[in-house]
């Protein structure tokens, strides 16, 4: 069966409208900027959630490093992954960028949080009757989105390997495939361990675990060759600075308090190293993931 896109809220246009001009537009931040470029961080949460995190965190580094950004998220994580690949923005916190052609793109990973290893799960809610992953067999279970490395492409991987076929769903992001879980639309889901994690804190749900993949790192900060090297190094300075500045301290604590991750999930230099195992997984893909 083909995969499908579920999406558990509906919106009207002039909804979407609203908040995609909301979310394309810089919030606060008053300096002078030499350079203006865009942003797009893949959507790891529903799009309220994830401006909640985002646009107190660009409006600092925008203010501090002289550099304009601007936040521009699409309506799915595939949405706002074809922003990158079509080279409509400029800067990206994603994993979607390590396969072999992408790389030939020339985004260049500069940085990324400093939260510990996450990993590709496929989980039930606490009381299923499924107890075990061989029991997904002809089971509906959703995903965050065709794009979403560690939420989808890992764990289907694993599926397709061990020859256990289920029937595909979409839910955007993973609030939207966790959604579909407790709403009785589907019997499991595909995710990132972190988000998993701290939905389960935020809507006070609980898991039972039936996979689990090898570590990897999180999300990557990336520049595309379109940014002049001193606006690069202006953006990285102020994201790294963060945490020793009083105010970018407590901008850092309190989006990461939204989102479910805690206040020492600033942000560090990366060059880039840390995501080899996401390399070496491409090169096993099967071609139904590409």
């Given at each position: 069966m083909f995969p499908k896109t579920r999406l558990p809220f509906l919106f009207n246009n002039s909804f979407c409208l609203a908040t995609c001009l909301c979310l394309?537009?810089?919030?606060?931040?008053?300096?002078?900027?030499?350079?203006?470029?865009?942003?797009?961080?893949?959507?790891?949460?529903?799009?309220?959630?994830?401006?909640?995190?985002?646009?107190?965190?660009?409006?600092?580094?925008?203010?501090?490093?002289?550099?304009?950004?601007?936040?521009?998220?699409?309506?799915?994580?595939?949405?706002?992954?074809?922003?990158?690949?079509?080279?409509?923005?400029?800067?990206?916190?994603?994993?979607?960028?390590?396969?072999?052609?992408?790389?030939?793109?020339?985004?260049?990973?500069?940085?990324?949080?400093?939260?510990?290893?996450?990993?590709?799960?496929?989980?039930?809610?606490?009381?299923?009757a499924i107890t075990d992953i061989s029991k997904l067999n002809g089971k509906d279970i959703a995903f965050p989105g065709p794009e979403a490395l560690i939420a989808y492409k890992v764990p289907m991987a694993h599926l397709m390997e061990q020859q256990i076929k289920v029937n595909v769903f979409f839910g955007g992001n993973q609030n939207g495939a966790l959604a579909q879980l407790f709403s009785g639309q589907v019997q499991a889901v595909g995710g990132n361990s972190q988000l998993i994690e701290s939905y389960s804190i935020r809507e006070n749900k609980k898991f039972r675990v039936l996979w689990k993949s090898e570590p990897y790192y999180d999300l990557a900060l990336m520049a595309s060759n379109k940014v002049s090297p001193a606006d690069l190094k202006a953006v990285a300075s102020a994201f790294f600075g963060m945490k020793d500045d009083p105010v970018g301290k407590v901008i850092l604590k309190q989006a990461s308090e939204k989102i479910g991750l805690t206040e020492s999930s600033f942000f560090i230099p990366s060059d880039g190293s840390e995501y080899a195992n996401y390399k070496k997984f491409y090169q096993n893909l099967p071609p139904g993931l590409r």
């Open positions: 394309t537009t810089l919030i606060g931040g008053n300096a002078v900027a030499s350079s203006e470029y865009r942003f797009s961080p893949v959507n790891q949460y529903d799009i309220n959630l994830t401006a909640a995190y985002w646009n107190p965190i660009i409006s600092y580094v925008s203010e501090k490093s002289g550099v304009k950004l601007i936040l521009k998220i699409g309506r799915t994580s595939a949405d706002t992954t074809s922003y990158v690949l079509a080279r409509e923005v400029d800067f990206a916190f994603t994993n979607h960028l390590f396969a072999p052609e992408r790389e030939k793109l020339g985004w260049q990973t500069f940085g990324r949080r400093n939260i510990p290893p996450i990993s590709g799960e496929i989980v039930v809610p606490q009381g299923s």
